[in-house]
């Protein structure tokens, strides 16, 4: 017997399908607008939306990974599992910010893609039950020796870049006095 049937109230169409805890199958999602997440980048998301902030501040809560997916219609403010391309890419919170001005700001780096079987309710947030997709990647021992190096500097410069920190400072923040400007980094990022 349920709570509403003990109550003498009828459950509400749909109620039977609400989730109310989120399985190792599912996913918090966050819609993007103009940005598409890919495996190993890490890249800042602004928060704008209430459900967003709801779905960023539990995935921090809970130690979960996000799922991105990215809005067929970017003008779109309240998006729904039909507005959203079901392909997308789960991601590991790497920082949480909040800026000086109240804004909300996550460093973010992709793992793996994730295509969504079907939409959950019952949640303050977006949920959706997914299955992972496995990428058959062929990458060279150079390059996979210096992918660790990059993202710690990148989310260091992001997040001093959050809080108000021109680019230069940040750079120089993140990477030490040895840095000398942006463009320096620009030059030593694409010679890794």
Excluded: C
């Excluded at 609400?18 to 998301?45: S, Y």
């Excluded at 809005?71 to 590991?92: C, E, F, I, R, W």
């Excluded at 909040?98 to 295509?115: I, K, P, S, W």
Aim: glycine share 6%.
């Amino acid at each position: 017997m349920t709570d509403a049937n003990r109550n003498g109230t009828r459950p509400t169409e749909g109620t039977e399908d609400e989730v109310h805890t989120i399985t190792d199958d599912m996913l918090v999602i966050i819609p993007v607008r103009n940005l598409v997440l890919f495996p190993g980048t890490v890249v800042p998301v602004a928060i704008n939306r209430d459900r967003s902030l709801a779905a960023a501040q539990e995935a921090v809560r809970n130690n979960r990974k996000l799922g991105f997916l990215l809005q067929h219609d970017p003008d779109l403010q309240a998006p729904t599992g039909s507005d959203l391309y079901q392909t997308g890419t789960v991601a590991n919170i790497v920082r949480y910010v909040t800026g000086a001005d109240g804004t909300h700001h996550l460093v973010v780096q992709g793992e793996r893609r994730f295509r969504v079987l079907d939409w959950q309710n019952g949640l303050p947030y977006m949920v959706a039950r997914v299955e992972f997709i496995s990428d058959p990647v062929n990458v060279s021992a150079d390059t996979r020796n210096s992918i660790p190096r990059f993202p710690s500097l990148a989310v260091e410069i992001f997040y001093h870049v959050a809080i108000g920190l021109s680019m230069d400072v940040a750079v120089v923040q993140a990477y030490g006095t040895g840095m000398k400007s942006a463009e320096y980094l620009s030059i030593h990022v694409a010679s890794l």
